[in-house]
């Protein structure tokens, strides 16, 4: 059975971090994680969504289409995930089958992380080279002082 981890959600959340991929027969997926959460698509508000199935008022969601199969790196909206934040808040949460050491595009592909920001997309979406901050430096560069 494959699997995904969901990253980017703080230390104490409710929702679970890693997921197992279920098919159905009506090819629907859902990702049913370890402990209590399920996140799947609700075909009438067209939304992903993210419930802690042991409490109804921890929840989530995305306005992700379907064909995103909310991989990648996707706002969420977030309910009552008390230990985290008591409020509703947004935040960019990363559903992916990526390893430690590889980068995730915001499509959800991965790639290695040495690869990020070396001047060449390797991101479809081009996101590995985003918000990379190069330093040039001139002759005069010192790299043993401290600066001033």
Known sequence: TSSVKLRGLCKYSAF???YLIKYSSDKMI????IERTIISFDMEQNIWTIRDMS???VYAFSKAPFRSLALGNLKWT????SDCNTD???TTLSLTSCQSDEFTCNDGLCVKLEDRCNGQPECKDTTDEINCKV????QSYNRFLSPP
Not at 78 to 81: L, P, R
């Open 135 to 138: 330093i040039e430096t001139d």
């Open 78 to 81: 977030i309910t009552n995930d």
């Open 88 to 90: 509703t808040f947004t």
């Open 55 to 57: 409490n109804p008022r």
């Open 30 to 33: 859902t990702y049913v994680g």
């Open 16 to 18: 679970d971090t890693s």
